[in-house]
């Protein structure tokens, strides 16, 4: 097999298996104490729980997000100075 079609099939088995964790009913779930608190709570205790969740989330993402990034754009900081050094070796 070559590399292609063996990178495809893993795309695909990941693929298959990230939807079927999304799909399942667990996925779903939430802790009986938050679904409780939830349904006693008014309609201001709900907005204020939703933007709590909002407050939890956002931020780590960014970061993470940025961690990527920052990643991303320095990937080939080292490799691209020993591939310079070597070529000049050469000639």
Known sequence: M?????ALRRIRLLLLA???TAASTASFAQCALCYSSAKAGGKKFIEGLKSGILVLIVPPMFMS???????YKKRNRYNDSD?????????
Request: without cysteine.
């Open 18 to 20: 990230a939807l079927l």
């Open 83 to 91: 591939e310079r050094d070597r070529l000049d070796n050469e000639w």
């Open 2 to 6: 070559s590399f292609f079609s063996t």
């Open 65 to 71: 997000v940025g961690f990527a990034v920052f990643a």
